[in-house]
């Protein structure tokens, strides 16, 4: 089983950058597809992006498509959101996620970020 522990969260302007951490536990880490996900308040949760196992392969929502990467690193445990010419449309509580038999279910504990306008 895998746990998640999310950082890197906090208050950037409009226009700014920040890179999100998700740290993994469990041996099944490298082999599990991670996602990011957000949850602004009042609204339900949405994808943000997904990345392979392997790291091949990346998708992204279409509202922060250009602007935001996801990578990973298997040796570290560990995957990445950089958030680039950010919004204020971006603040949320932003959570990592693994994928298991397909799904993704095991969820961190969620970092909050917030851009200033």
């Known amino acids: 089983q895998v746990q998640l522990v999310e950082s890197g969260g906090g208050l950037v302007q409009a226009g700014g950058s920040l890179r999100l951490s998700c740290a993994a536990s469990?041996?099944?880490?490298?082999?599990?597809?991670m996602g990011w996900f957000r949850q602004a308040p009042g609204k339900e949760r949405e994808f943000v992006g997904g990345?392979?196992?392997?790291?091949?392969?990346?998708y992204y929502a279409d509202s922060v498509k250009g602007r935001f990467t996801i990578s990973r690193d298997n040796a570290k445990n560990t995957v990445y959101l950089q958030m680039n010419r950010m919004k204020p449309e971006d603040t949320a509580v932003y959570y990592c996620?693994?994928?298991?038999?397909?799904?993704?279910?095991?969820w961190g504990q969620g970092t909050q970020v917030t851009v200033s306008s």
């Open positions: 996620a693994a994928t298991s038999s397909g799904k993704y279910s095991v």
């Open positions: 990345i392979s196992w392997s790291g091949g392969s990346t």
């Open positions: 469990g041996r099944t880490f490298s082999s599990a597809g």
